[in-house]
């Protein structure tokens, strides 16, 4: 067993990353990822939402979310199944509160269907004789498809480790970068190891990643920022 709150604030702040920034790259409410840290569960909307949040923000901070979502389980969705009787009664405005806030979260998801209808709508009967479909969004989808990590070696060259998404992610690379090779991976998300940084260059989408100069560097890649790992 481990504190979920206190592990993430201390990865969080070692790695000296903010709610705003986090709130902007996970999507997650500042008041919701505070919550998860202070394990005020009851602050958020619902179980699946815990889950949700728990696992997307401790990925981010280049952690296991599996890990993390089967130790909330196991600490409190199992004991509120096993002795519904003992957990203390919630005051009823508390209860309210929550019961307004899920029908905001409902109206706000059928405002954004229903704005969506309407543009579908207009776009389809309010285009007169010109029948010219729009640009297709597939283009940026192929755009992000081809997202790639690209690995050269230079000098001696290096050993270098790479596992996709996170440091407990599948290992899609694994041995020395000559100079003069170059390995290509798609993705958008990559843990590395990299034992001699001065041997490699490396892209991701075309823009150069700076490796600081350390032995046995650690990193976590993505197309925002480059994360400098311990241990």
Do not use: C
Not at 13 to 31: D, N, S, V
Not at 154 to 167: D, L
Not at 182 to 188: F, I, P, Q, T, Y
């Amino acid at each position: 067993m481990f504190e979920i709150g206190n592990s993430l604030r201390e990865v969080r702040e070692r790695q000296g990353l903010g709610y705003p920034e986090i709130e902007l790259a996970t999507k997650i409410r500042a008041k919701y990822i505070r919550a998860l840290e202070e394990e005020d569960f009851d602050s958020v909307p619902g179980d699946a939402y815990v889950r949700g949040f728990l696992r997307t923000y401790a990925e981010y901070l280049g952690l296991d979310g599996d890990v993390y979502v089967d130790e909330y389980a196991s600490r409190f969705l199992a004991d509120w199944r096993e002795e519904p009787r003992e957990r203390p009664e919630r005051p009823r405005v508390r209860r309210r509160e929550r019961r307004l806030e899920r029908r905001a979260v409902l109206l706000v998801l059928a405002g954004i269907a229903l704005v969506t209808a309407l543009v579908f709508a207009a776009w389809r009967y309010g285009g007169g004789t010109n029948s010219a479909a729009p640009p297709s969004p597939k283009v940026n989808q192929t755009h992000v498809a081809r997202a790639q990590l690209v690995l050269r070696g230079v000098g001696a060259g290096t050993y270098v480790e790479v596992r996709r998404n996170r440091s407990a992610g599948k290992v899609v690379l694994q041995g020395t970068v000559g100079a003069g090779e170059a390995d290509k991976l798609a993705g958008r998300r990559f843990y590395l190891l990299v034992r001699r940084p001065a041997g490699l260059r490396v892209t991701l989408s075309g823009r150069a990643v700076a490796l600081p100069d350390a032995t046995n560097l650690r990193v976590l890649v993505t197309p925002q920022r480059t994360t400098r790992l311990h241990g």
